[in-house]
RNA sequence: GGGGACGUAGCUCAGCUGGAUAGAGCGUCCGCCUCCUAAGCGGAAGGCCGGCAGUUCGAAUCUGCCCGUCCCUACCA
């Protein structure tokens, strides 16, 4: 309701400014610094004091006084050395917002996200989470503001790190493609693939000359042909069953899972490589350290650089000089791919059915894709990976570039974020051994070459161990099966949160304590207020009452009466910014943003739960106002977990 | 060497395109459960916003320089 009024009242004095001085500009509205001096500030007076040459003061006092009536506003007072602070119409206000309001309206665009993309070589880790959570709630958010979104997860099955875990299981384990199997039947088949990767990795770097085995994978996964390459599918599609298996566990799922497999055999590469060469965004180098390899000049991704200063040393090899295409090359396929410039699609087969109703579709190189939806051909997408590999990121925009794509460049987003990293102090108390150096420092990266890393599945397992015994305690008549359901909640609620709360560009210097805290700024918490919340209803529904007419007592003049009450004037207000809050995390890119909101919202309502009791209230205008803001509450708060994907338990 | 990010309370972090008395959580200390679940609420202490200069009516925010930390700069991704 709030971005509403916000939008209208920009609105309205844009267009005052045109009218009265001819000046065209965008209308900011902040929140006055104190909730005593209004809703609404608008520092314009400021903005045109450079252009007006006259003082804010002056402005700010000629403005309120032409201005006249804004719809919904009550007063407008000058404050400060210009500001306009606007009070809302409080009983016009509640009434508008037991009204309701308008839905999100669709924009029409395909928005694709990619996120997860997780190397099917071992398990997921707290790094893997950060990208998921990341990218799942920005989703929701786009959703949920009218957008059609696409969901992708980028398997790349064909890369060295599953190639390391298919050496594993050939040249040191000498098993067959049978017998990987068979351990892939077993449950966690992506924690036993975890300690081979980081034993393959040890051996590799003990054992230089071993790394031709690599190679010789390599070269049998990109022809599809061999014990290596049968392994290779064995191994890379048990785990993807496990990611998403660990990722559901969050209430994340996807709609199709592109695999670089077919973006081999379906020869989406050779298409863009022809594509690439043609237009000379890359050329075979002759000479130095690079001789062999199909590069991009570093003119094209780098600034600063000028086409005569390029260096041999700051080309990017997108084919290598045994022939095999990098990551890079095969990524720029991709990117073609998505915005639907390639002339090429993949054929889809349905995989499995995540929820009631979603099935995520897989590509595959054979003729069975009845039935599937028509992905890809975006017009805008987001990529979701971190931030060091901005660099690569560069590169494939680049390759969009020089085939001469510019808008699609522009529109191909990289949602960076930072690492997760590990606190020493975390790593002694999980057992993890750290060298000398690395126990200086302030953390350390996950690795899963090292096998260095907290296990997504182990940390979600240990939050519901915790939560359980919470339940447990509080709830001991509730069913066993009911009291798990609720920990598992808790659980999802607390390590989305967590993941959610810090910014794209912080690295998260992992505490195990911290992320596995239910008091405070936590997905618990908000979770509680959910709860208490409904408790008060279902208390109310128990006593045998039945709810009021609302319409019928809660009119403008009794909103008037109720909203002069400061402390629920605010609880309201706040109650009413979700929307607002929502646009403003999207505008800035920031899911963290929106889960402050979130915190926020369960703050005024934790304060209301404690100032007012609502079913006890005698007086029957005042109690049906209460009752209004517990619901109004209730659902407001229901949308922005949903939207956060943070589940409301039953009870905690 | 080049590119990028960061430095705010004891700790972990927010602070929007410059704006009114710099915020939150944790931790510490003090209070609050015969009353809708205390995973809660109220209060206190705690800050030269890394340093210096500049831009201007005004800077945590913008610019430059310095100090410190980290990431990237692979024929890994």
Redesign the pocket.
């Known amino acids: 309701m709030f971005h509403i009024i916000e939008k209208q009242i920009q609105r309205l004095v844009s267009g005052h400014l045109t009218a009265r001085y001819g000046e065209t500009m ?1 209308v ?7 909730s ?3 809703e609404l ?3 314009v ?3 045109l ?2 252009t007006l040459k006259k003082a ?1 003061r002056a402005i700010a006092q000629e403005l309120a006084g032409d201005l006249g009536a804004l719809p919904g506003v009550a007063t407008i007072e000058i ?7 606007l009070r809302l119409d409080r009983g016009a206000y509640g009434h508008a917002l037991l009204a309701g309001g308008g839905a999100a309206a669709s924009t029409g665009h395909k928005i694709i996200v990619e996120h997860t ?1 997780i ?1 099917p070589n071992k398990a997921a880790h707290i790094g893997h989470l950060r990208n998921s959570v990341l990218g799942d709630t920005f989703v929701r958010m786009l959703r949920a503001s009218g957008n059609t979104v696409e969901v992708q997860n980028y398997i ?1 099955n064909t ?3 599953v190639a390391d875990v298919v050496v594993g299981f050939h040249y040191l384990e000498r098993k067959s493609a049978a017998e990987v199997a068979a351990l892939a039947a077993a449950p966690r088949f992506d924690y036993l693939c975890w300690d081979l990767y980081a034993r393959v990795s040890q051996y590799f770097k003990e054992h230089p000359e071993s790394e031709k085995w690599r190679a010789e994978t ?1 070269h049998a996964i990109e022809a599809n042909q061999g014990a290596q390459a049968e392994l290779a599918h064995v191994v890379a599609d048990a785990v993807v069953l496990r990611h998403l298996a660990t990722m559901r566990r969050l209430d994340i799922v996807y709609d199709v899972l592109p695999r ?1 497999s077919e973006i081999l055999h379906l020869q989406f590469w050779a298409t863009a490589f022809e594509l690439l060469k043609q237009r000379g965004a890359i050329y075979l ?1 002759t000479e ?6 199909w ?1 991009m000049a ?1 003119s094209h991704f ?4 000028t086409a005569d200063e390029d260096d041999a ?5 997108i ?4 022939g ?8 720029i396929a991709y990117q073609l791919w998505k915005f639907g410039l390639l002339g090429k699609d993949f054929h889809y087969k349905p995989l499995l059915e995540e929820a009631p109703g979603h099935t995520v579709w897989v590509s595959t190189d054979e003729e069975q894709s009845a039935g599937a939806p028509h992905f890809g051909a975006g017009h805008t997408v987001y990529n979701v990976i ?7 990121q560069d590169v494939v925009a680049a390759g969009l570039r020089a085939l001469g794509y510019e808008e699609q460049a522009g529109r191909s987003i990289h949602f960076n974020y ?2 997760v ?1 590990l ?1 020493p102090g975390t790593c002694v108390e999980l057992g993890i051994e750290l060298s000398e150096e690395d126990r ?6 996950v690795s899963g ?1 090292k096998g260095l890393g907290v296990k997504a599945d182990d940390l979600i397992d240990k939050l519901i161990e ?2 359980l015994a ?2 447990e ?3 001991p008549d509730k069913p066993a099966v009911a009291r798990l359901l ?2 598992t909640q ?1 659980a999802t609620g ?1 390590l989305r949160y967590f993941m959610l ?9 992992f ?1 195990l ?2 992320a596995l ?6 997905g ?2 908000v ?3 959910a ?2 919340a ?3 209803l ?3 529904g128990e006593r045998g009452e039945t709810l009021p007419d609302f319409a019928a007592v809660l009119t403008q003049e009794a909103f008037e009466r109720q909203l002069a009450t400061e402390d629920l004037w605010q609880t309201v207000l706040l109650i009413s910014k979700a929307e607002s809050a929502l646009e ?1 995390a999207l ?2 890119g ?1 899911p ?2 929106f889960a ?1 909101y979130a ?2 919202l ?2 005024g309502f ?11 209230e005698q007086d029957p205008e005042r109690r049906a106002f ?1 009752l209004w803001v ?1 619901l109004y509450f209730g659902r407001q708060l229901a949308w922005t977990l949903d939207i956060l994907g943070i589940p409301a ?4």
Request: proline letters at 3%; a positive charge; glycine letters at 8%.
């Open positions: 965008e900011a509205i902040e929140s006055p610094k104190q005593s001096f209004g500030a608008l520092p007076a400021f903005q004091a450079r804010p404050a400060g050395n210009g500001y306009l602070n993309n190397n790349d890369g060295v790190q390599l670089e180098a130095g350290k690079k001789a062999g390899c590069v570093g780098r600034e600063n650089v040393d700051d080309s990017k090899v084919v290598r000089s045994n095999i295409v990098t990551y890079v090359g095969k990524d971190d931030t060091r590999q901005s660099y690569l930072e690492m990293a606190t200086k420092r302030a953390y350390v990266e070459r915790k939560a919470e339940v305690d509080r709830n609720a920990a808790i607390a709360k810090f910014t794209r560009n912080t690295v998260i210097a505490d304590r911290e805290a239910f008091v405070g700024e936590t618990p918490y979770q509680y207020a709860v208490r409904g408790k008060i279902s208390k109310f403003d505008a800035k920031e963290a943003h402050k915190f926020q369960a703050q934790s304060a209301f739960y404690d100032g007012y009791s609502v079913i006890h209460l517990t338990p039953a009870y905690m």
